[in-house]
DNA sequence: TTAAATAGGACTATTTTAAACCTATTACCC
DNA sequence: GGGTAATAGGTTTAAAATAGTCCTATTTAA
């Protein structure tokens, strides 16, 4: 079907949350599920995987939370979707040759890879930065 | 992850098959799935698919079997990918609106659905006519 | 020392995808 | 007309991926 994870837009809702709302502090998971109405738990998971990527900084303890870790305009949305899902495998041959019993005889592989690639393109065209201007409008 | 279903592949393969193997006759399901390599009855439904998009036409009965029901120039992959999966819907909002209980407060629909456009222009660029001097080559 | 937070492993439930199964229909050919 | 090889398509099952929960450990401010 072709349709991003739920982890990844809750992933990118939680940065462009921190890039308006959580400046100059860090916010809480906890705060971001209950203002963007979402699990706290899945969300946590989320996080986890941005703060791995660099993309977010945590603190831990009380008063802990996360704020970004880089600024909004050096973080892409193709860098949230790796962050969250991993690097990106349009064909399951990317994944590994052998997922594939017909690979030897495939020949749209190539195109394939293309494809994935320019798709990865677009993804890495946007950063939080351009994509909150144009949120704002 | 983002990655097409086999259903998508079988039924690009089996496209270009017909425009290159199966010029001036009909070719069963049973040739296309041994000499690719696949399940003939799952085959078989990403045939009927390709066929109710008009991309492929059958003749049944015994000799039966299907050909191209455009010419390659005029089917792109995203005619394929359409015929299989459906409508595209990056987001599950595209699908029903309430499929996603944060709807009303979601900031970066506008940009999902942009996005999701421009992968739409990328799969509508590529006909099977380019697709096979590419994989000539 | 308590409490509130992140970190992360392990598990479960749900949904989607892939595939198989089965019956009907069509039409060639003897 | 009957047998057979094909498409058409509905229903069911199996496998895999996604979504979500649960639980425990660790960190740190107060
Ligand atoms: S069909 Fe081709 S492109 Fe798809 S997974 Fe197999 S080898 Fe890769
Ligand atoms: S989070 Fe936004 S874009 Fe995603 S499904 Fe919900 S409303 Fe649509």
Redesign the pocket.
Known sequence: ??????????GLHAVTYLATKGLGR???????ADEMG?????L??A??SL??AGI?A?????????RLGKAPEEITVADIAIAI?GEPHLV?CG?KAD?C?IFSSCHHRGYMNILQHKIQALLDETTIHTLLKEIER
Chains 1, 2 share one sequence.
């Open positions: 079907m072709l349709q991003v994870s739920r982890k990844f837009e809750y860090v916010v809480t998971v906890k705060e971001m979402f699990s706290q738990e899945f946590s998971k996080m986890q703060k791995r977010a945590s603190v831990q303890g009380v008063k802990g939370g996360y899902e399951r994944v997922r019993e």
